[in-house]
């Protein structure tokens, strides 16, 4: 259920589209920094603080993600990886980047700078970032 982008749910973000996969993507990213899954459909406390927004709060306030991937300890590929998965997981499909883009990220050939908080209730962030967003060829979805 937590890999499902919301444009499948309801149109008012967008059309269903190669970006839905992205979503997705980002997602697992986000489960592969924590090492646990995003949602618990069986949790009883509805204080509970969502699994992605809990990693934007971190990084937003510059803490330590306190996971470490690489053999160096630092914690920059955690970073790295929960980045560009809050990136994958924005809200409106048109804020989130293209598959190749966010390889392009993870493999070091592109800057990379916190995306706009996926969680705020606002429509597409026509803020200029570090993550760009290209824009292939229009897909229609006829699903």
């Not at 990213?29 to 646990?36: D, K, S, T």
């Not at 069986?42 to 971190?58: G, H």
């Not at 592109?110 to 897909?139: D, I, Q, W, Y």
């Amino acid at each position: 259920m937590g890999y499902i982008a919301p444009e499948v749910f309801s149109r008012n973000f967008g059309n269903v589209s190669f970006k839905s996969d992205v979503y997705s993507f980002g997602m697992l990213l986000l489960e592969i920094v924590g090492g646990r899954k995003n949602t618990n459909v069986t949790t009883q406390n509805t204080d509970e603080i969502y699994y992605p927004e809990w990693i934007y709060n971190l990084l937003e306030a510059e803490e330590d993600l306190r996971i470490y991937i690489d053999e160096e300890g630092d914690g920059q590929t955690a970073k790295k990886l929960a980045i560009v998965g809050l990136w994958c997981i924005q809200w409106h499909p048109i804020s989130r980047p293209t598959m190749k883009t966010a390889v392009q990220v993870l493999e070091g050939k592109e800057e990379l700078s916190m995306p706009p908080n996926p969680f705020a209730s606002t429509g597409p962030s026509k803020r200029n970032r570090k993550m760009p967003t290209r824009h292939g060829p229009r897909v229609r979805s006829y699903c």
